[in-house]
């Protein structure tokens, strides 16, 4: 709620005494110090216009932090929830908050309003019924470093507040039949900080970004969403990694070596591609799922680092209205299922990469090098070898064994396609 402002004709200690004892400023201020250089201030401003510094107020949040891994020091905080009445009384309207703007976060409690150093920066978003700041805390300070630690540590506990001016509002009203403080329609925003206590309604520190664990998360990638190419694409994980640089490959793989996540080897299980908006390709998320769960070799990352990112493609396969292969631990025992799929996403890797290269050659005026056709040639007599040992279990299975007829038909069409791409270059 709105700080103590001095009445007419109301006495400089007559207002100090009663905005020491207002109850909202010593719930928002507990150090008695920082009241009485508020109350000073309040009535050295008395008489401005609504949107000076004397009308500024605090909203404070709290809620559950999730700490996910990506750029030291950066995090996302949600710092309103609209259309919900809040601890004060009062509802947020959407559109409300000023798309974009740029804010400093405040040291602990809005301490630099009383002169202590901002810690960091952000930009405020509203994101359907909920609004965000991204920001980043000022490693390099060491105020900025002790507050990232701080909210770091207790994560379950941390609070965060915003200071605001309210230009468009309506007090004592009514909201759905329920009577409330105020609407609030239009507000700009100066700073936000961690603060003790809350005020809001679901809302929360939704990710500090620490030093990173390994696995990308789905909402640290896409907070957002993502869009889908079709189902059908090719996919070519190599060649997309090279046309894409560090950031591009966060939004892009389900991996990353926390000790090397500047140079683009550090990532892993790419499954997007590198142009545009990064679309998901079906293709790319299935076979990082197989090699996830232990096909082509397996992946080599952590342990405790594969449900995370098992969890991220799983997201994907929703997306896409597949169901996932149950996870398991290790890449051990690797069910038929994700083997079958596994083969015939490498076959397809294979396939979309031979492609690329040929096409390459035939751009220059070249044709395949005698070692990659005999490569390739070599290739597709063991695939005509396996198609014909999988004929072979289809026609001795029972007749509902509809996916593996699927995965032979896929074998058979793949096969086709590396013949007829060793005849173009004849």
């Given at each position: ?64 932090v ?6 030291p ?19 947020t309207?959407p ?8 804010i400093?976060?405040?040291?602990y ?21 909920e609004v ?60 936000a900080?961690?603060?003790l ?8 520190v ?29 996919w070519?994980?190599?060649?997309e ?6 950031e ?6 389900a ?13 892993k299980?790419p ?21 996830l ?16 990112v098992?969890?991220?493609l ?16 290790s ?23 031979a ?11 070249r044709a ?59």
């Open positions: 709620m709105p700080w103590p402002t001095p009445r007419a004709n109301e006495s400089e200690d007559e207002f100090i005494s009663r905005c020491m004892a207002d109850e909202y400023i010593q719930e928002d201020l507990d150090d008695q110090e920082q009241r009485l250089a508020v109350c000073y201030r309040q009535w050295r401003n008395r008489g401005k216009s609504e949107v000076s510094i004397m009308e500024k107020q605090y909203k404070t949040f709290s809620g559950l999730e700490l996910k891994e990506d750029k020091g950066a995090f996302v905080a949600r710092i309103a929830t609209l259309n919900t009445v809040d601890k004060d009384g009062d509802v309207l559109k409300a908050f000023p798309e974009g703007k740029k400093l976060i405040s040291s409690m809005h301490g630099s309003w009383m002169g202590g150093l901002p810690v960091g920066k952000g930009t405020i978003h509203e994101r359907g019924d965000v700041v991204e920001g980043q805390f000022n490693l390099k300070s060491d105020t900025g470093k002790e507050h990232y630690e701080t909210v770091k540590f207790a994560p379950e506990l941390q609070e965060w507040s915003y200071g605001f001016i309210a230009l468009e509002k309506e007090e004592d009203t009514e909201w759905e039949g329920q009577p409330v403080a105020r609407i609030l329609k239009k507000l700009d925003v100066f700073e900080s961690p603060v206590r809350g005020a809001g309604v679901d809302t929360a939704l990710a500090i970004k620490a030093e990173s664990k390994g696995p990308i998360t789905y909402q640290g990638a896409h907070p957002d969403g993502t869009p889908k190419a079709d189902e059908g694409e090719d070519d994980a190599g060649d990694v090279r046309r894409a640089d560090v591009e490959l966060k939004a892009m793989c991996w990353v070596d926390p000790a090397d996540s500047e140079n683009k080897t550090a990532y299980l499954h997007h591609k590198a142009a545009g908006e990064h679309a998901v390709v079906w293709k790319g998320v299935s076979g990082a799922m197989a090699a769960l232990g096909a082509r070799g397996g992946v080599d990352i952590p342990e405790g680092d594969r449900k995370g098992y969890s991220h799983k997201r994907h396969y929703a997306e896409f209205e597949k169901e996932p292969p149950e996870f398991r631990a890449a051990e025992g690797v069910t038929f299922a994700v083997q079958a799929e596994a083969a015939l996403a490498a076959v397809n890797d294979l396939v979309t990469r492609k690329s290269l040929a096409d390459l050659r035939r751009k220059e005026g395949l090098s005698t070692a990659n056709r005999e490569r390739i040639s070599g290739l597709l007599t063991a695939l005509k070898d396996v198609a014909a040992d999988l004929q072979g279990l289809l026609e001795a299975a029972e007749p509902d064994s509809g996916k593996a007829q699927r995965l032979y038909l896929e074998f058979i069409k793949i096969k086709n396609e590396m013949g007829g791409m060793l005849q173009c270059q004849n």
